[in-house]
């Protein structure tokens, strides 16, 4: 019989008791406290009526003896605001709360547990990371791709790591459960815990990455940068590519937050260039009407029109993406000038200025519950796990429920309702 979607697994009995009680008092999470899941949000899932997901939090016994821990984190994938306050906090939990005073930091991401070639972990202590909370970019280096879990698991093994946290996007958590994988076919007791990073916030089961309210907040100063720009030249048209790659997260609530936004384009929806229904028409008639236009696209929209030009994966195998915004600036300005309009453009790509700056407060206050319930996670022995964010409570998530799961936006939803609302674009744009 196979098992439930949603049950975590463990390494074993939790013996141990929970130093937390001895410096405080706290109400202790249960395993069979859980949230029900909503079929509307999931696909794949075998009997969704049934399913739940367990709440994350400290639990009064533990797996692991503190003084036996040797902890190890690891960044992968690219660059996200927040990195710096996950790994800080990190530590701060393991050495403070649970007297865990062994954690190393794996350089640059799965690379660093390779066979070769690999730098030496570096060792963290409160010391080492207590000024980097706001930092951008991560300390430990990160990188795409992934040697064989096998040659990983010899790392861990060789490293005497018995609790790895593994901080990344999709990729990594794919990562991760192979390493789980391989960690279980040897019968090691070693805890193998994610923390999703994604700026795209498209992970499933995780209504809230850490990032994205960073990522928000800077692109929508500049939506509203493009907006100045625009009205500042006669036909100005400020076009502002925003990072997306299968989900148009980013473009659609920064396109809400700023509210000059006048078209919003994202994967989840295609569009057409010509004809009625077409942008560049749209466009021509914004300018007749309003004499200024912002357009906000997503990365990975409209690659139907620019796929022919690249070929072959990237280091994460994602397909490579075509220069959406190169070709849309291109379109657009011909399009104005075969109609008598002489458009002044100013085009904006300020992805990895968003991706290498600092984590707001928000996401700084959000790294840290992450880290905490990653912590109290693996403290109890749960393993082969992300931790999750669903009814704004964070939840344990096993890696293989990520499998043939996708997460975007809904454009029958609230969200896009709301760009609707602002844009006022049609529902359908061919």
Not at 73 to 79: A, D, F, P, R, S
Not at 239 to 259: E, N, P
Not at 340 to 347: D, E, F, L, Q
Request: glycine fraction near 10%.
């Amino acid at each position: 019989m196979s098992q439930p979607t949603f049950i975590i697994d463990h390494l074993g009995i939790c013996k141990f008791s929970n130093p937390i009680s001895e410096q405080q008092e706290i109400a202790y999470q249960t395993d069979d406290k859980r949230l029900p899941l909503i079929a509307t949000q999931c696909q794949n899932i075998k009997n969704i009526g049934t399913e739940t997901l367990e709440l994350a939090g400290p639990r009064e016994k533990l797996f692991f003896q503190p003084e036996h821990v040797r902890a190890a984190i690891v960044t992968c994938g690219g660059l996200c605001p927040g990195f710096n306050a996950v790994i800080r906090e990190l530590v701060m939990q393991l050495w403070h709360v649970y007297k865990c005073e062994d954690t190393i930091g794996i350089r640059y991401g799965y690379q660093g547990l390779a066979k070769e070639g690999a730098m030496e972990p570096m060792k963290l202590t409160p010391d080492i990371v207590s000024g980097i909370k706001a930092l951008g970019g991560t300390m430990l280096g990160s990188s795409r791709g992934t040697p064989s879990s096998s040659e990983i698991v010899d790392s861990l093994e060789r490293l005497g790591i018995n609790m790895l946290f593994v901080i990344g996007g999709d990729g990594t958590m794919r990562g991760g459960n192979a390493i789980w994988r391989e960690v279980k076919r040897r019968k090691k007791l070693i805890s193998v815990i994610g923390i999703p990073k994604t700026i795209d916030n498209d992970i499933p089961f995780v209504r809230r990455t850490f990032g994205f309210s960073t990522a928000v907040e800077k692109a929508s100063d500049v939506i509203n940068a493009a907006e100045i720009e625009a009205k500042g030249m006669p036909h100005g048209v400020g076009l502002v590519k925003l990072m997306g790659r299968d989900a148009g997260f980013i473009a659609a609530t920064a396109s809400v937050a700023s509210g000059n936004a006048n078209l919003c384009l994202i994967p989840e929806l295609p569009f057409e260039l010509k004809g009625k229904s077409g942008i560049l028409d749209l466009i021509e008639k914004r300018l007749r009407v309003k004499d200024h236009a912002v357009i906000v696209i997503a990365e990975g929209a409209g690659q139907n029109f620019v796929s022919q030009t690249v070929n072959g994966t990237d280091a994460s195998g994602n397909p490579k993406l075509g220069d959406i915004g190169s070709f849309l600036k291109k379109e657009i300005k011909q399009h104005l000038t075969n109609c008598g309009i002489p458009v002044s453009m100013k085009y904006f790509d300020p992805s990895y200025l968003i991706r290498a700056t600092g984590p707001n407060a928000s996401d700084q206050l959000y790294c840290g519950r992450l880290a905490r319930a990653a912590t109290h996670a693996a403290m109890a022995g749960k393993t082969g796990m992300l931790i999750g964010h669903w009814y704004d409570m964070l939840t344990h998530i096993p890696f293989r429920a990520l499998e043939n799961q996708s997460r975007r936006i809904n454009i029958d939803g609230e969200l896009w309702f709301s760009v609707r609302e602002n844009t006022g674009q049609p529902q359908y744009l061919y």
